[in-house]
């Protein structure tokens, strides 16, 4: 299905969530103009709160977490945190709409539901909120049974499970137990409480996994009823991630096999029923991340590919990012330093980028190419890229053809690298990303 040319894979890229990447975000940068950016913003506002705290830590995992073993580490958090929603939201003009909410970690289920609840009002009291849709991610190892009401009460419409591999051995290897009869609980909670589509995050290239792990654990998926999948391959970056030093390396997959899962996966999920989207997303006909994806709605964010098409997303909370048309900001992201900026009434802010017309218009070409697999192109930015793209030209991979370039169907797992071929910021970078598959 998927032709291979693992000279084409060797070159570890980013998965461009945002352009410039993250890995261009300068100390100090964009600090004045947060808040400006912040009063001027107008029409559709999605909102990211972060929880940067879960009750257990998972060997592979690269998000910004801690063990929330301390509860007055917690409580603090939770303090700066509804200072920083009332800061920000006392900037943001009336004329403003919230129209989509998202709680991501970490854990959100890593607090109490009575704090979840509290940070929920705090959201409707400080922000323009406009009937917004829901989402959040929660780990089923602590899904405790009341926060089902709880998540009924609020209305959350969208949800999203850390699975990552149903196979008990595989989970022994990263470090997250979770048996079936745990996800089959969480699942059943979440479909009671009115959450109408949910996604599952697997992942495939673990250590000791084989693609008969990876047909149970997408057959058993589909057969709970998931609405979307996320199918990342795992990223052993011990050097940028010490906690995955845990895992054992020598029995890693490599790239031919890497490949060939993605590829087992892809044709899996799609006999399942799921429709592909963007290059690692998969959703059932009906959800509306399939449908944005057939309509040539798909965007991409911090969170991935999604349906937002808001032009301003405000993170709030610890190494959260803030992106805007011509700016993209983060959050401090060590929680001390977050909570004594915020003790002071100041905007976190800790780094970030200026984006000039330049940076939009390849980010728009970048984005387009991972979500529509076609994009318009100048001729002067053809110029510079055709050396770049001429080995994926020369193997039919990408065609350039009354000024847009559109990628060929079978280039799937070729995407993030020819989009590489228009950023550059990665042309004589040392910094190494996660695999192109």
């Not at 509804?82 to 854990?107: Q, Y």
């Not at 009937?131 to 419409?157: C, F, N």
């Not at 690692?280 to 999604?306: C, E, K, M, V």
Request: aromatic residues 8%; hydrophobic residues 40%; contains cysteine.
């Amino acid at each position: 299905m998927w032709p291979y040319y693992p000279d084409l894979l060797s070159r570890p890229v980013p998965r461009y969530t945002s352009f410039p990447t993250a890995a261009e975000f300068q100390l100090g940068t964009g600090a004045k103009e947060y808040g400006a950016a912040i009063e001027a913003a107008t029409g559709d506002i999605s909102l990211y709160l972060h929880i940067p705290y879960c009750e257990k830590i998972c060997w592979y995992c690269g998000c910004n977490t801690g063990a929330a073993n301390k509860k007055h580490r917690l409580a603090s958090y939770l303090e700066a945190l509804h200072r920083e929603i009332a800061l920000v939201g006392s900037r943001l003009p009336r004329g403003a709409k919230v129209r989509r909410i998202a709680f991501g970690g970490g854990s959100p289920n890593a607090i109490a539901p009575t704090d979840f609840v509290r940070l929920m009002d705090a959201l409707v009291v400080h922000f323009p909120l406009a009937s917004p849709d829901i989402s959040i991610e929660l780990d089923p190892r602590t899904l405790e049974d009341h926060w089902g009401d709880v998540l009924k009460g609020v209305g959350i419409t969208h949800a999203s499970l850390g699975v990552q591999t149903f196979a008990p051995h595989l989970q022994e290897n990263i470090g997250r137990v979770q048996p079936l009869e745990m996800i089959e609980r969480a699942t059943a909670m979440l479909r009671e409480a009115g959450v109408g589509s949910l996604n599952f995050d697997l992942m495939y290239g673990l250590p000791g996994q084989t693609q008969d792990d990876i047909e149970d654990s997408l057959e058993r998926t589909a057969l709970l009823g998931a609405n979307r999948v996320a199918l990342f391959g795992y990223a052993h970056v011990p050097h940028l991630i010490p906690r995955q030093k845990q895992i054992d390396a020598t029995n890693l997959p490599g790239q031919d096999e890497r490949f060939a899962m993605a590829q087992f996966g892809y044709r899996e999920l799609t006999g399942l029923g799921y429709e592909p989207v963007g290059f690692d997303h998969f959703a059932l006909p009906g959800d509306p991340l399939a449908q944005a994806a057939r309509s040539g709605r798909l965007h991409r964010n911090f969170q991935g590919f999604t349906d937002d098409t808001a032009p301003v997303l405000l993170g709030l909370g610890a190494s959260s990012i803030s992106n805007f048309p011509d700016l993209i900001v983060q959050n401090e992201k060590n929680a001390g330093r977050y909570r004594m900026l915020l003790s002071q009434d100041i905007l976190p802010h800790s780094a970030g980028i200026v984006r000039d017309a330049d940076d939009q218009m390849r980010g728009a070409v970048i984005e387009a190419l991972l979500c529509q697999c076609q994009a318009p192109v100048g001729p002067a930015l053809l110029a510079e890229v055709t050396p770049r793209l001429e080995p994926y030209f020369e193997r039919g991979l990408c065609s350039f053809e009354d000024g847009v370039l559109r990628l060929a169907s079978e280039s799937l797992p070729y995407a993030r690298s020819i989009a590489a071929a228009f950023d550059p910021y990665r042309q004589d970078s040392q910094r190494r990303f996660s695999s192109a598959v």
